[in-house]
């Protein structure tokens, strides 16, 4: 067959567009050579629906091997006694879980998506919202903290079957303890969405959820820097709550209802390919390389934070206490919209957000999101902060000025040249 030159000059220009600019969007990271050389190679060629030792398909001994490495790797990062790495990503781990221990109808409590939750947790225009009785708790408007009060008293009023914390535009830890608590109160389980902060979890960075939520998701992409994929683990397996038995009369347990739910409820055959990458992922977050890396990724978004509040800015919360920020940009007079826009002019990639009671629509917004995951990848540290943020303020103080754009577009590719990334690619 013919080479596709087409589709291979455009990956090249993909790798090109990486390496000379500021990544900054707070959901990416940049894998590690042998986690993509997993995910080009020859499991993508396998059918292997079921699980390591009980598949639907022969052949599978040697993926079973990897997909328990997958597991087993997982379950040692986090100490727990469940985890399952088939989800293709982190919308359909969550949307297994539901399927897992919900009913159409059922009433669940998340986040709003405009205060920094996700479209998994009840949107509207998602399966969450369309399936389920979405409600939802809010940050405060004061501080920009989770509502924890306003969450208890919507519990107690709706009485949800399920309270999903976690986020993707929230920089402060969780306090997990006291959700399961109004949840143990008003009979919900508590499902921890850790897709962002998964990786400083990890390390101990961040409180654990594992311990006061029944059921915790993530991505493996974001900072567990791993390939674009989901899982769904529990810190204790339990007998399942509704009674179901197995043909042998015995009581099924959750992981058996949650592995049913991911297949057969809501997905075929497992991406093979990716879960050997998995496996390669976490294998590398169980060292201390890792280690270093989810620490430094929290004192560089701590040293990005304070550079743009010495500049002005106004950070939701006023801080970060992990990978993450998100900027208020309304004193600043630029729109979300057009900050991202003329940040990329700047070869500077991030994303506009609402902030937390937004005038602005989902489309335009007050804000922007800034995360420091992809750029400790490349090398950065502290002191390199200075440099982004300095880049970041320069473009947006000079929006209308193509010069000045075009200037900061030269400096920044100057920058990132001694990032060094994926040199085995040429
Ligand atoms: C990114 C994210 C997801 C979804 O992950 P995808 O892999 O894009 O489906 C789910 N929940 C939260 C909180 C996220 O930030």
Do not use: W
């Amino acid at each position: 067959m013919q080479r596709d030159t087409l589709v291979f000059d455009l990956i090249k220009q993909e790798l090109e567009r990486q390496r000379r600019g500021i990544e900054l969007i707070a959901s990416e990271n940049f894998t590690s050579l042998q986690v993509m050389q997993a995910m080009g190679g020859v499991m993508t060629n396998k059918y292997a629906e079921g699980y390591p030792g009980r598949r639907y398909y022969g052949g599978c001994e040697i993926v079973d091997q990897t997909e328990q490495l997958a597991i087993d790797r997982l379950k040692q990062i986090f100490n727990i006694e469940y985890a399952n790495v088939q989800p293709h990503s982190g919308a359909q781990a969550n949307a297994a879980l539901m399927l897992s221990i919900l009913q159409p109808g059922d009433a669940i409590l998340g986040l709003d998506l405009s205060m920094g939750g996700h479209l998994t947790h009840g949107s509207p225009v998602n399966f969450s919202g369309k399936l389920y009785r979405p409600h939802f708790y809010t940050v405060t408007k004061e501080k920009g903290l989770i509502d924890y009060e306003m969450l208890e008293s919507k519990a107690r009023e709706i009485k949800p079957k399920l309270i999903i914390c976690g986020a993707s535009a929230y920089s402060r830890d969780i306090d997990y303890k006291r959700i399961r608590k109004v949840a143990d109160e008003v009979g919900a389980f508590v499902m921890a969405d850790i897709a962002h902060p998964a990786g400083l979890i990890a390390k101990g960075l961040l409180s654990s959820p594992f311990e006061h939520c029944q059921f915790v998701t993530s991505t493996t992409h974001k900072t567990l820097r791993g390939p674009r994929g989901g899982v769904i683990m529990m810190g204790k397996d339990f007998e399942n709550p509704f009674g179901l038995k197995d043909v042998k009369g015995n009581i099924r347990m959750m992981s058996n209802l949650i592995d049913m739910a991911v297949f057969p409820g809501t997905q075929g055959g497992p991406l093979e390919h990716v879960i050997a990458a998995k496996a390669i992922a976490f294998g590398e977050i169980l060292t201390d390389e890792y280690t270093v890396y989810a620490k430094q990724v929290q004192s560089n978004a701590q040293a990005m934070a304070k550079a743009f509040v010495n500049r002005g800015y106004k950070i939701i919360s006023d801080g970060t206490d992990n990978h993450l920020m998100l900027i208020d940009l309304r004193n600043k007079n630029i729109s979300g919209k057009k900050a991202e826009q003329v940040l990329g002019h700047a070869d500077i990639t991030a994303n506009k957000n609402m902030v937390p009671y937004d005038d602005k629509s989902a489309f335009v917004t007050s804000g922007i999101r800034f995360g420091v995951p992809a750029i400790t990848t490349r090398g950065m540290k502290e002191d390199h902060m200075e440099f982004v943020v300095n880049a970041v303020d320069t473009v947006l103080m000079n929006a209308d000025d193509a010069n000045t754009l075009s200037k900061v577009k030269s400096q920044v590719n100057e920058f990132m040249s001694q990032f060094i990334l994926y040199p085995e690619l040429g």
